[in-house]
């Protein structure tokens, strides 16, 4: 009986304890949804006051960009007036084309707004060559019925901190899709990257997702921050308008190769950039980014330094070797020699490896042409154009987010000779020609219709389409392109060093000597 009775008296014991342990996890549980009332109701006053902000429109949202820059300055695009018309106002019409559309959208039309910077734009010439008025023509051959309006939003000398908020505030005119072609312009004006540089990428991802709260909004306005805070914060204050380094006297003197911090400035890029894809995904809007183009083949770096870091010597060796190869330009072995030589001390010579990209060319070698190409563009003091790093954060965050891509670059790549892009499509350094603008308007189309944003009605459209681009340009008359070449010159200009800004006339004729002796 003795086995009998222990078995009996573990069995109760178990009892026992599972009728503490029931009892202990019923009181834990308790606990836990007392614990979880408590957070509830002392977070229900904040959720009373951001429902009561919201419904009230208070604070009135600021234009929210880089968490590292202070917008305060910044002021919608478009202004209203009594006739039911958002329009540009004219203090703008230096940084952007006229561009209006009716508040109120008819059934039958659909907007695109198109934004970015001076490619965007249309530079040299205007919004009438630009991609998104060659688009808007092949929009309304495909679908006739619908009334296209192609709003250009392009801003010179805009940069994607400066586009951001451009897109949030045309996400307020019911458009129908938006295209964002940036990068270029990254580096135009100064400001403070430590923020970028020193802060996890969580914690801005958390500080940006908290400062949608109006509650929060309403405290940042109440306890503004004094320039001396700002400062210590690491925020740069944008002035209305861009303020690019080249604008003024001496621009070009101002980039120094040990002040580019290209790492800070990519990961602000990126920042704004998934900005933009969030703000459309929450209005359910299409959004196509563009991967921007640069010419390879036909631009020298704006400006080449040494490594600053090397030694007296290193640096003496260096301009020693680059005045040997000028003196030997007609000898080319002598001065390839002493350009892979500069190489060996300095890898990221901007000007040797362009150099020796002009040669390779010349040999045919055009995979070695395209690499020391990009080193050359990638390494500019200057950078005028995308670096390869902008260019593919575009592509990433195209795939990561799943919304629509044109690789602008893989594009012109693929129409150039030996896959090197230059003159052939780009006027300049980055803007594409009139020819270019149709490719990248035709390239739209095509994502337009794979990605049935648009249903075509009419089969004849692309038979019909040349007679359409000739009428367009009949239309614009001579002087639109005489113009055009006229601000082309003065683009040289300005990316010299020696742009005219507000009546000043800047005359120094040594900024882009190094470059004027590479071109050669």
Request: hydrophobic letters at 40%; proline letters at 6%.
């Amino acid at each position: 009986m003795k086995p009998q009775s222990n078995l009996a008296n573990h069995q109760t014991l178990n009892r026992s304890l599972q009728r503490d342990r029931s009892s202990l996890t019923r009181s834990g549980a308790r606990q836990f949804g007392f614990r979880i009332a408590a957070i509830m109701l002392g977070l229900l006053p904040f959720g009373i006051a951001e429902l009561t902000l919201r419904s009230l429109d208070l604070p009135k949202p600021r234009s929210v960009s880089d968490p590292f820059l202070d917008c305060s300055q910044l002021a919608p695009l478009f202004e209203s007036d009594s006739n039911g018309v958002h329009r540009i106002p004219p203090e703008r019409m230096r940084m952007f084309a006229p561009a209006e559309f009716n508040i109120k959208k008819p059934q039958t039309t659909k907007r695109v707004f198109s934004l970015g910077g001076s490619t965007t734009q249309g530079e040299p010439y205007g919004p009438p060559t630009a991609f998104t008025a060659w688009l808007g023509i092949s929009l309304e051959l495909i679908d006739p019925g619908t009334k296209w309006e192609m709003i250009n939003c392009g801003g010179l000398s805009y940069a994607s901190y400066r586009v951001l908020p451009i897109l949030r505030e045309v996400l307020e005119y019911a458009p129908d899709l938006v295209v964002v072609y940036c990068g270029q312009n990254e580096f135009l004006e100064a400001r403070e990257l430590a923020g970028w540089r020193q802060t996890p990428p969580i914690v801005i991802l958390f500080a940006s997702q908290l400062y949608q709260l109006r509650f929060v909004q309403m405290l940042a306005s109440i306890v503004r921050p004094t320039s001396a805070t700002r400062s210590e914060n690491r925020t740069t204050r944008l002035q209305r308008e861009v303020d690019a380094l080249l604008d003024t006297q001496g621009g070009l003197e101002k980039y120094h190769r040990d002040s580019l911090d290209k790492s800070a400035v990519v990961a602000s890029f990126r920042w704004n950039l998934q900005q933009m894809v969030e703000a459309c995904k929450k209005r359910n809007v299409p959004l196509i980014l563009v991967v921007p183009t640069v010419n390879l083949r036909d631009c020298p770096p704006f400006k080449i330094e040494a490594d600053p870091h090397l030694s007296d010597q290193a640096r003496q060796k260096i301009e020693s070797l680059w005045r040997s190869a000028q003196s030997e330009i007609q000898k080319p072995e002598p001065a390839i020699e002493s350009m892979k030589s500069i190489l060996a001390i300095d890898p990221q010579h901007a000007g040797a490896h362009y150099f020796l990209g002009q040669h390779a060319i010349a040999d045919q070698d055009w995979e070695s042409a395209r690499q020391h190409l990009i080193v050359a563009k990638d390494y500019d003091v200057c950078p005028l154009r995308a670096i390869s790093e902008i260019q593919q954060v575009v592509r990433d965050i195209a795939i990561e987010h799943r919304v629509s891509v044109l690789d602008a670059d893989q594009l012109f790549r693929s129409k150039s000779p030996n896959g090197l892009v230059g003159r052939t499509w780009l006027i300049d350094h980055v803007h594409p020609n009139i020819e270019g603008h149709q490719l990248l308007g035709e390239a739209l189309v095509e994502l337009f219709l794979k990605s049935s944003l648009v249903k075509s009605r009419n089969e004849n459209w692309a038979e019909a389409r040349p007679e359409h681009y000739r009428t367009h340009l009949s239309k614009l008359g001579e002087a639109y392109f005489i113009r055009g070449q006229q601000r082309l010159q003065g683009l040289m200009l300005w990316t010299q060093g020696r742009a005219k800004k507000m009546g000043i006339s800047n005359e120094s004729e040594n900024t882009l000597e190094t470059s004027d002796t590479i071109a050669k």
